[in-house]
């Protein structure tokens, strides 16, 4: 039997009304069966009292609730977990120099905003701003150089006469110690019969482009070719890879591969990923662009590799790939492969390691003599699954070439991207780029067959010999032992060095005043010199030139000199302030670039 709601007679007049309406408008519908069936239904809003409401809404509040409750428990835990693993990966004390580091950069922050910093701040960077502009974009030129700025179109075509005299003017803006083998790294040259031959190759498959292996199929086969070459040099005869731009591709692409891996195998959708404080910026940049979780493991400061203990503290279930070095950028120190390859085997994740600067010194040490103590790096160690290396350095292949191996073509395909349905068409690229130059990639395949395997046996017995020779000087002259100390246990082509009685960014800069490029280094401070086919020449002008250095800074002859700009903009990193303002100069530096 259907309960009866009583109503008020407001209620009931109203509803009258209304019913009296829908009968006049349709009377196949007669009100008293509208009325009973809808308007005094349970479900009726009119018909439904408070206490009814409340006690038919009483059960689900009650679930909502306990959903409620289980999502806080599940945040809680969650959290939990992310701040247990955060600490485990870096220390209590790393946790708390996150925090202080934290702190200083809200309170730098805050205090640049006030109207008289900010005012400070922007003088400074426009005095950095006009100091580049005189340095990198000059509008005056030294005597002899004479040339026409261009911002637009010429409207008719200029002459070739033209063209190899703005050539001509152009190439002499280089600093001319770039010839002389006093740069560290940058100009990896082969010599200039190497050059003719590069340039011959070049000009052969100019329009060439990889995106289209139908129509250009000989620079497939030689991309190909190349790519075989790499995976033979570093014993992954099976293994499978791609060219890109140069190390930081290669580098990224990697970094893409073990997510987009991680994702489909493991579900994965929060990754981290574990680098040595001394790994290239490019791991950074991958974190940045792949929303990729990113811990930074500190080094053992006397061997300088990675510290292994540390790395595996790091590791956890969201972890998909750790990192080695071999060498590292910063100090030329070979990392622990087997050690790390063992760890990575066993948690199943990837182990990239990056060869840019090894590139074709690693693979010849031991052919050259300098096996000794040189730690197993490549595809021989089990858990190693990729490995970058580049061509355009100790290869001295054309800029922008470089090659991303991995253990499996299986591995390799989740770094392509595919797209079925798009508007044009079927779209398929291997790596960031579409459309590629197979004109770098022909003289990259000239190169590895013009020099051959004795030649880059030769290559690397030369430049490494140098830089051991280099090495064994700073342990041995007094002037040296005295001032200056080797950063770690330098094995192939980077040396780098510090001081305890010097300021070593002085010494930079005065070796910068006698026409040496020597790389500076963040984090503690120290130079280092990579050596190269035409540094290694000049090793001994290099020696006697930094003796001279350290003895006149040791005497302090140039009390009132004015700093260098590797004192200001290093000692700058120092201070509180330091990379906040860095980072604002480094933004005005890239910008000066297009001017």
């Not at 995106?211 to 293994?239: A, Q, T, W």
């Amino acid at each position: 039997m259907r309960p009866s709601y009583p109503t008020s007679p407001v209620q009931e007049s109203y509803i009258s009304t209304i019913f009296k309406l829908l009968y006049d408008i349709n009377d196949s519908h007669p009100p008293h069966r509208l009325y009973s069936q809808y308007i005094m239904s349970p479900l009726s809003p009119l018909t439904i009292s408070r206490t009814n409401l409340r006690a038919r809404v009483e059960p689900y509040i009650g679930r909502l609730e306990q959903i409620r409750k289980i999502a806080l428990i599940y945040w809680v835990l969650k959290s939990l977990i992310y701040s247990y693993r955060h600490v485990r990966a870096r220390g209590v004390l790393g946790v708390a120099n996150e925090f202080q580091n934290a702190i200083k950069s809200i309170v730098v922050r805050l205090m640049l905003s006030l109207p008289s910093s900010r005012a400070k701040l922007g003088s400074e960077i426009s005095k950095m701003r006009s100091q580049l502009r005189e340095k990198l974009a000059p509008t005056t030129y030294p005597d002899g150089v004479t040339l026409t700025t261009v911002k637009s179109l010429p409207a008719q075509g200029r002459s070739k006469e033209w063209l190899e005299s703005e050539w001509t003017n152009l190439k002499k803006l280089e600093r001319g110690d770039v010839d002389n083998g006093r740069v560290s790294g940058a100009v990896y040259h082969g010599g200039e019969e190497l050059n003719a031959v590069i340039n011959e190759a070049m000009a052969r498959f100019i329009v060439t482009n990889p995106l289209h292996p139908d129509v250009f199929p000989g620079v497939r086969k030689m991309e190909s070719e190349i790519i075989s070459i790499c995976l033979n040099l570093y014993n992954g005869p099976n293994g499978a890879g791609t060219t890109t731009s140069g190390g930081t591709e290669s580098i990224l692409m990697a970094v893409k591969t073990y997510r987009d891996w991680a994702r489909e195998t493991k579900n994965i959708s929060h990754p981290e990923m574990v680098v040595p404080s001394s790994a290239h910026a490019a791991f950074w940049k991958a974190s940045e662009y792949f929303k990729i979780k990113l811990h930074v493991i500190p080094i053992d400061q006397k061997t300088r590799k990675a510290n292994v203990k540390a790395v595996k503290r790091a590791i956890n279930p969201n972890t998909i790939m750790i990192v080695g070095s071999a060498p590292n950028f910063p100090d030329g120190a070979i990392d622990d492969i087997p050690a790390l390859g063992a760890l990575a085997k066993r948690h199943n994740i990837g182990l990239h390691v990056d060869c840019c600067l090894g590139s074709f010194i690693m693979p010849f040490l031991e052919k050259a003599g300098f096996g000794d103590g040189v730690p197993l790096f490549d595809f021989r160690v089990e858990g190693v699954t990729s490995i970058s290396c580049d061509t355009h350095k100790y290869a001295f292949c054309p800029k922008g070439s470089s090659v991303i191996m991995y253990r499996s073509a299986e591995l390799r395909r989740y770094q392509y991207y595919v797209i079925t349905d798009w508007s044009g068409g079927l779209y398929a690229s291997p790596s960031m780029a579409g459309s590629r130059p197979g004109a770098v990639l022909a003289g990259a395949w000239a190169v590895l067959n013009y020099i051959g395997a004795d030649g880059y046996t030769e290559s690397c017995r030369n430049i490494v010999s140098a830089a051991r020779h280099f090495a064994s000087e700073l342990k041995s002259r007094s002037i040296f032992t005295e001032n200056l100390y080797i950063l770690g246990d330098p094995k192939a082509s980077v040396v780098a060095f510090s001081s305890k009685t010097l300021n070593i960014y002085a010494v930079g800069d005065e070796m910068g005043k006698k026409g040496w490029h020597l790389s500076a280094l963040g984090a503690g401070g120290g130079l280092h010199m990579a050596f190269t086919r035409l540094t290694a020449q000049s090793v001994d002008k290099l020696l006697s030139d930094l003796e001279a250095v350290v003895i006149e800074l040791k005497k302090g002859n140039k009390p009132d000199a004015p700093q260098g700009d590797m004192v200001a903009l290093y000692g700058l990193g120092q201070t509180s302030v330091g990379p906040h303002v860095i980072g604002k100069l480094a933004e005005v530096f890239l910008d000066t670039l297009y001017e």
